[in-house]
Nanobody, 127 residues
């Protein structure tokens, strides 16, 4: 079955950048829509950005629009989240998840359960 592994998190200063990766195995990732989610201590999980199957649409949470960019590289079976102009409030554990169907709007909004999740990668934004 599909397995997902996140990487690329770390400690950065405000205004800095990170590029997260979500690497898939088991199945080719182009069959799946993929989303990035984050959860900070004491807060609910938040949908950050989602991308549909190959050449599909993208969406973003209002809090990250203009700063984050989601993309996919099917040759590497990987989805990326480029995070620029990072703020302390971006600090969280970031997870990727995959779905073989349904809209990315409902995916990012948490309106349906997702079966495939990575283990998460910590992003900390602090001076």
């Amino acid at each position: 079955q599909l397995q997902l592994v996140e990487s690329g998190g770390g400690l950065v200063q405000p205004g800095g950048s990170l590029r997260l990766s979500c690497a898939a195995s088991g199945y080719r990732l182009h069959y799946y829509s993929v989303g990035w989610f984050r959860q900070a201590p004491g807060k609910d999980r938040e949908g950050v950005s989602c991308i549909s199957r190959i050449d599909g649409a993208t969406n973003y949470a209002d809090s990250v629009k203009g700063r984050f960019t989601i993309s996919r590289d099917n040759a590497k079976n990987t989805v990326y989240l480029q995070m620029n102009s990072l703020k302390p409030e971006d600090t969280a554990v970031y997870y990727c998840a995959a779905s073989p169907g349904g809209s990315i709007a409902t995916m990012c909004a948490g309106e349906r359960p997702l079966d495939y999740w990575g283990q998460g990668t910590q992003v900390t934004v602090s001076s």
